[in-house]
């Protein structure tokens, strides 16, 4: 965690909401990856990765992937973006299965929310199909692993 002095990019002076004028910001490409994990029994994931074609981890992808182009109608101060890319990568990891997305856009403004609500929403959609056999599957770890372009410049998290 960082401490700033920074203000909040949503907060007017007078601590109101509002959303961030971008205008005068240059189109450039940028590029977001986030993470999260759905934690699972041994049997579960096991259960998941033996699903034939059409399978669990196909409707998570999907569902990652049209959540990440709403995310300007589900987080109240986000811009729309024009995405030029959301991948998904959901894979089977010891205790779990983990969420990974990739957003890149070509926009005034960056696409991590883009990418954490892509991982978010995957996760979701599994445990919707998981709750039925495992009602203590829980959702973990949501982040933002790295991003690229703009003013900010580049991020990466430590592993």
Same mark, same amino acid.
């Given at each position: 965690?960082?401490?700033? !002095?920074? !203000? ?7 601590? &109101? ?12 490409? &940028? ?15 096991? &259960? ?14 999907? #569902? ?26 959901? $894979? !089977? ?14 926009? &005034?403004?960056?696409? $991590?929310? $883009?990418?954490?609500? #892509? ?41």
């Amino acid at each position: 965690m960082t401490d700033s !002095p920074d !203000p909040f990019s949503h907060l007017d002076d007078t601590g &109101r909401a509002r959303m961030v004028d971008v205008s005068a910001k240059p189109v450039t490409r &940028r590029v977001a990856e986030a993470s999260c994990r759905v934690v699972l029994s041994a049997r579960t994931v096991e &259960r998941l990765s033996n699903l034939p074609k059409g399978d669990a981890y196909a409707v998570a992808r999907l #569902a990652g992937i049209q959540a990440a182009k709403r995310t300007g109608e589900l987080i109240p101060l986000a811009h729309p973006l024009p995405l030029d890319q959301v991948e998904l990568e959901i $894979e !089977p990891s010891g205790d779990g299965v983990t969420v990974r997305s990739r957003v890149v856009t070509t926009a &005034r403004t960056g696409a $991590e929310m $883009e990418a954490l609500v #892509a991982c978010s929403t995957a996760a979701l959609a599994l445990y919707d199909m998981v709750k039925a056999v495992e009602r203590d599957a829980w959702i973990t770890e949501l982040r933002l692993d790295a991003k690229s372009g703009g003013r900010s410049g580049a991020f990466r998290r430590e592993p």
